[in-house]
């Protein structure tokens, strides 16, 4: 009777510990991934809006463009593109080097006679030298890209990776 009671309690002793390490890192990392799924829709809608609102300044510029002192809207679409094509860059080269993007948000855009001038904010998670690469590669844009402000940390919750934030700023040549 004793060692049944003694192999009972080693079997749910078994599954006790089974289910600390299988189950709840599981359900962790679960609740983490939800929690992005929701940052990255509230994203996309905000993007959708903005790109809503793009556009009806492009049909409004293209009904009228002589009242509009602007540019006209192909020349909009234009650098619209040559910064969609920086951020592709800068995704791509993330997924290269094993680096999880959380936040990629062009911040600002100013337009300096030749060129835009973007202000990108990255938010990242991985391992140091990952981020490393992922920086150096970065700076072999072909646009100039340039970080103003980059700050690292790491606690016990995601050990051995490290959350950045980087604020960089970018040359987008505005050519015709």
């Known amino acids: 009777m004793r060692e049944r009671l003694l192999m009972l309690g080693s079997y749910l ?25 929701k940052t990255l829709q509230s994203d996309i809608q905000t993007l959708s809006k903005t790109l809503q609102e793009y556009q009806q300044k492009a049909m409004t510029l293209s009904k009228n463009p002589a009242s509009s002192g602007t540019q006209e809207p192909s020349k909009i679409v234009s650098e619209g593109d040559r910064i969609s094509t920086v951020l592709r860059k800068v995704t791509a080269m993330a997924i290269q080097e094993d680096v999880e993007l959380e936040i990629v948000r062009p911040e600002v855009v100013e337009e300096k006679e ?49 959350r950045s934030k980087i604020v960089a700023k970018v040359l987008v040549w505005r050519g015709t």
Request: hydrophobic share 45%; proline share 4%.
């Open 114 to 162: 030749e060129f835009l001038h973007l202000v990108v904010q990255i938010e990242t998670k991985s391992r140091f030298l990952n981020l490393l690469q992922y920086l150096e590669k970065l700076e072999g844009l072909s646009e100039p890209f340039t970080i103003s402000d980059i700050k690292m940390q790491t606690n016990v919750e995601i050990s051995p990776f490290l």
């Open 13 to 37: 002793l078994a599954v006790l510990v089974l289910f600390n390490l299988v189950f709840y890192p599981k359900q962790k990392e679960a609740g983490r991934l939800e929690e992005r799924v």
